[in-house]
């Protein structure tokens, strides 16, 4: 079997190519590197079934002679993050909408099966309790370079379902809810690597707003093996499945639970969201998947507990604490990687109006 990775040298690209060089498949990814890192990928560099090409998915003729000859596709390369988006508008616009379109056009033409990664943030501002596939998406203005990153998703998934309607491609679409793990940078403000670098520095850890806004964590572990299941089913073709994690936990309570886990001796300091981000940023109170399609399909269950998943990110983490930030290289900014916006701790101040 021979599977490409789009985004390969990225957080969730890395251990899906570890997992699938386990699985005996052969390997390329396809990475620019702009938020991955070739560091990401030391562990499988020397493995014969696997290549790395550095280049966009917004070359289309490299795409298609990538993508020739594969039998699976999973198009994880995206530009993730408010800041990117806000600075770059016109390269991530271009990126999520049309590399998406030569990573579906090449999986047609090579007749592979495609797994595209979706998000969460295609829901927008709903905050139902427990959101299933169909539920609306409550996005604000189109303007709002905030709402730019749902937006080409969004289009993303429309593009995926009209090649299985229109042209037969077998493509399954996942929305991923705020995965972490190890490798998943802090660099950019994200939430989970960012308390646990604080707790292990002994810094205080930040949290923004009055912390009581919730997610859903999953871990890269249980998400992994269920994206390789999803991408092999095909009641999942053309359709879009939810997966992430059962566990809803407010951010004040996860940095609670990191020094506890941790032993550390960190305080917690609130930061008000106006000092944190520019004025207005919206924030989203909660995101509670609803993970019955997934379970149906591929039997997903995210098992790991958070106290695990708190120990695994600080294990991987490099002495000193700089840790999951200095796993990452490659530097184009970004500071919501993937299911954006659960910041805390250091993140820049972004300009997302
Ligand atoms: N981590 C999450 O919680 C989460 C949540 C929802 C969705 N997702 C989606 O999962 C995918 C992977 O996210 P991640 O968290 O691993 O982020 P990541 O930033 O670690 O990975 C993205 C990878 O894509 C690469 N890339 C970016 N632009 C590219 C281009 N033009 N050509 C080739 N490669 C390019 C980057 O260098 C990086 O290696 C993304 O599509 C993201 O939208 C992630």
Not at 244 to 273: C, F, K
Request: charged content about 20%; hydrophobic content about 40%.
């Amino acid at each position: 079997m021979k599977s490409i990775i789009t985004g390969g040298a990225g957080f969730i690209g890395s251990h899906l190519t570890e997992y699938l060089l386990g699985q005996g498949d052969e390997v390329v990814v396809l990475d620019d590197l702009s938020t991955g890192s070739l560091r990401n990928l030391a562990s499988v560099s020397d493995n014969p079934r696997f290549r790395f090409v550095q280049g966009s998915i917004l070359d289309r003729a490299l795409v298609g002679q990538v993508v020739a000859g594969s039998d699976r596709v999973f198009h994880l390369a995206a530009a993730v993050g408010v800041k990117l988006i806000v600075e770059e508008p016109l390269t991530s616009l271009r990126t999520n909408i049309h590399g998406t379109e030569n990573v579906l056009d090449a999986a047609l033409a090579a007749g592979a099966i495609l797994l595209l990664a979706s998000t969460s943030e295609v829901y927008g501002k709903n905050t139902a309790d427990s959101l299933d596939e169909e539920a609306d998406r409550i996005l604000g203005s189109a303007l709002k370079s905030r709402w730019t990153y749902a937006g080409a998703k969004g289009i993303d998934e429309a593009f995926a379902h009209a090649y299985w309607t229109e042209y037969g491609l077998r493509v399954a679409i996942v929305r991923l809810f705020n995965t972490v793990g190890p490798r998943q940078t802090g660099r950019y403000g994200m939430v989970f690597p960012n308390l646990v670098g604080q707790a292990q520095r002994g810094e205080p850890l930040t949290v923004f707003g009055d912390g009581r806004q919730t997610r859903c964590f999953s871990y890269v572990g249980d998400i992994v093996p269920a994206l390789v299941r999803l991408a092999e089913t095909p009641a999942a073709y053309g359709r879009a499945v939810n997966m992430g994690g059962s566990q809803e936990i407010s951010i004040l309570g996860l940095a609670e639970r990191v020094i506890d886990v941790l032993d550390s001796e960190s305080s917690i300091t609130l930061i008000p969201y106006d000092e944190a981000y520019a004025p207005g940023y919206e924030d989203m109170r909660r995101r509670v998947p609803n993970n019955g399609l997934a379970r149906e399909l591929v039997a997903f269950e995210p098992l790991t507990p958070l106290d695990e998943v708190i120990r695994n990110v600080a294990g991987a983490a490099t002495p000193g604490g700089a840790g999951n930030e200095a796993m990452t290289l490659g530097g184009s900014s970004h500071d919501a990687s993937g299911d954006a916006l659960a910041f805390a701790g250091g993140a820049p101040r972004t300009d997302a109006r």
